[in-house]
């Protein structure tokens, strides 16, 4: 297994693998991760198998913006390259590689990488059944957030360095 970050070339397995792992209300579109791409590529971290295929990945962008808003999943002009805070939009694992700590494997990444480039920390939204999950990683619960995204309702959750 191995880690490395995106390419307008990963578009169409990004955008697969997303919508195998998101209800269509909730996934982002291909359009969502074209602007991502052309925007922040380094902010994606993909985890491909020996075959070079993507199973598991993360990615968001970088603001000042301490709380994740629904305006940043479809609008990539909110990345601030300097920014304060990671946000992480998306953590997938397709359907037959989960139970394996991939997606774990791939958020310590994150984290480790958001470490090492100074940011304050990283921020998500989730919903209930995974307030636990990632609560192991370290993240605290700050309540319901604000957001509506796919009609749900979600939880802001932060880690700060
Ligand atoms: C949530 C999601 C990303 C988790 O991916 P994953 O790669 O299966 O994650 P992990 O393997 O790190 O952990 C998942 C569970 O498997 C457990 N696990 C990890 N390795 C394991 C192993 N070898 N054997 C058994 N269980 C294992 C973890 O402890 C965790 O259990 P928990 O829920 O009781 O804490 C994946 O289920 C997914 O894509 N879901 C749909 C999209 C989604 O909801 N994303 C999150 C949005 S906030």
Not at 1 to 25: G, K
Not at 36 to 44: A, G, K, Q, T, W
Request: aromatic content about 10%; overall charge negative.
């Amino acid at each position: 297994m191995h880690i490395r970050t995106a390419a307008m070339a990963d578009l169409a397995a990004i955008t697969a693998v997303e919508s195998a792992c998101f209800p269509a209300a909730e996934a982002a579109t291909e359009a969502d991760f074209k602007a991502r791409l052309s925007v922040y590529p380094d902010h994606f971290w993909l985890l491909e198998d020996e075959s070079g295929t993507i199973v598991s990945f993360v990615d968001g962008l970088v603001t000042d913006e301490p709380t994740l808003r629904d305006e940043m999943y479809s609008d990539a002009s909110f990345h601030d390259e300097s920014g304060a805070w990671q946000m992480i939009f998306g953590v997938n694992t397709l359907p037959a590689h989960r139970r394996q700590g991939l997606a774990e494997q791939v958020l310590r990444r994150v984290i480790a990488d958001a470490k090492a480039q100074g940011r304050k920390g990283c921020v998500l939204t989730c919903k209930d059944k995974l307030i636990h999950y990632y609560g192991k990683l370290g993240f605290v619960n700050e309540g319901v957030s604000e957001s509506v995204h796919g009609g749900v309702v979600w939880y802001d959750m932060r880690l700060t360095f």
